[in-house]
């Protein structure tokens, strides 16, 4: 009952804090923090990092703080040659930019910033956080200067391993499994030491230089009474790249043994848990200590400890695959996560449960009867809430031919004006007798492309007329980028404007209609030249760039012209809503519904040092 009430008593607090009209910070100089990733945006570590200080910047400051994120993806540059030329765009880009504190994470990022970045980075105060494994011999560059607060967060796989094995006492067989890469081995070779001098009862084996097919059969024949360690899977003998998450989760869906890592990565993937570092807390460490130091506080006050880091964590569906859920070997205050435990065995103990179900009974029976009343009432409402769903929906498919229709004059006008230019072109090289065979050759050619490019337009729209969708194919976007490119280059080349392709990925491929994305970015790159048009920058350039997330590519197309007008920002992708004078307003609403239509997302944005930016996500096509 007191439980209860402290329950009741908590959600008031929190709805009367929720409701409140005045939010804690919203006013306020606004935050600005600047993270540096030491490796690729894919690493699934930096998701548990970047929720901890996102969670205490938002206690701290709600909406008052800016985050710039970037990542130098040193790992491709493994013998200390990162380009210089990389980090000077980082330079130019936030030396306009008031930042208050600078995080670096991990991988050498600390020693790159120190060589090649400016003055007003390296005298920025700093949180430093990485792997810590200088008790092993290895040692890293942590400090960027004497305002660093460092967060050294040092991985003891043997505290781990030892209490994993308490876990089953029958344990007569374990296993050391581990990738090739440089990293996969060093835990591997942390592990082994252990328990050369530990495990001298056991038999250890060390399952490693080996294809991940390989792996799986091992684990699947694994003697009675055997456990596994999966310390680091980052590289199989074949050069398969994994990550931790990843490798954990086939390892343990194969396995006949309890499976342990030494890292709260992979946790609900398939390991028991244990005595393991937790990058969750390490992200909450580092967003409390963020908080402090914007607000004064000395960068040298902060020191991180095991406790801040380590914590009994457990998957309470394994605990119960290996009857281990009420053992008394788990740790009284063990974080114990996905439990699945019914409402009468938590409470079976509470004798008043069968008389509070006896009387729900009875009040859901008088309803029963009440309702048994008002039937005919309720299905006349039915009926008449049918008609009007009809009624809108048909309102509905009006509006779309109206969109429709709209879009076919819209999209069209881009290739005839091509085809119209192209002919008067040919006529005045004629005129001129300046005309040559091959150069009519290339006239024709264009011509023809872009009688092409119509016709595919108008079977795109006479296809969503008629209510049906062209069947979507494997589409690589670089290539699709590099002609839509060679298309528009020549208007670009007319304004003076530069067009640059910034892409990292060269094979990312996405199930797509390839003529729609290709209006898309059309669309996008013809609003940036026109936005130019209007400025008064003497250098005009646009920008294409891609970026990876977990499952998602994204491509954005950046500007340096005028940027978007705050009047409409938040209404840019409706239809009709348009800031040129002969526009129609329905070019950018087009955009929307193909990208939606594509299970993507698109938006757009203003940045910070002039012009806009928009973008549009896909899902990533995997290869079979």
Partial sequence: MINKFKIILKVIFLSLFVLSPVYAQQSGETKTILLLFGLSPNQPAYIPLLKGIREKLDEEFYENYNLHMEYLDLRRYPNDDFPKELFESINKKYRDIHIDLLICFGMNAVPTVKKFAESYLLELPTISMDLDFSDYGFVSEMRLNDKTTIVNMKLDPAKSVAFDIKLFPETSSVYFLTGISQFDKLLLDIGRKWAEKNLLNKKVHYVTDRKMQEVLDTVRQLPKNSIVFVGSFNLDADSVEYNNPEAIRLISSQSNSPVFGYSDMGIGEGPVGGYISSFTNVGLFVGKAAVKLLNGADPNSFKVTEQDYYEFIFDWRQLKKWNLVNSDLIPEGSTILYENISFADRYKWIGGVVLLFLVLQTLLIANLIRLNRNQKLMTKKIIVTENKYRDFLHEDRGL?????????????????????????????????????????????????????????????????????????????????????????????????????????????????????????????????????????????????????????????????????????????????????????????????????????????????????????????????
């Fill in 400 to 624: 779309r031919l109206g969109h429709l229709t709209a879009s076919l004059s819209h999209e069209l006008n881009q290739p005839l004006t091509a085809i119209l230019s192209t002919a008067q072109a040919g006529i005045n090289f004629i005129n001129s007798n300046e005309a040559t065979p091959e150069l009519l050759k290339q006239i024709f050619q264009k011509i023809v492309d872009n009688d092409k490019r119509t016709a595919s337009i108008l079977s795109s729209v006479r296809g969503m007329l008629k209510l049906e969708s062209r069947e979507k194919e494997k589409v690589n976007l670089v290539s699709l980028i590099n002609e839509v490119v060679a298309v528009v280059q020549s208007e670009a080349a007319e304004l003076n404007a530069k067009l640059n392709i910034d892409i990292i990925h060269e094979r990312v491929n996405v199930l797509a209609d390839k003529i729609q994305i290709q209006q898309v970015l059309l669309n996008f790159i013809s609003n940036a030249l026109q936005s130019m048009e209007k400025s008064n920058s003497s250098k005009k350039e646009i920008t294409i760039t891609d970026s990876i997330g977990n499952k998602e590519v994204t491509i954005s197309i950046r500007d340096n012209g005028v940027g978007i007008a705050e009047s409409i920002k938040d209404k840019l992708f409706k239809p009709f809503v348009s800031v040129k004078k002969d526009g129609t307003g329905i070019g950018l609403t087009i955009c929307s519904s193909i990208i939606e239509d594509h299970q993507g997302k698109i938006w757009a944005e203003n940045m910070p040092d002039g012009g806009a930016k928009f973008s549009f996500s896909l899902k990533i096509l995997k290869d079979e």
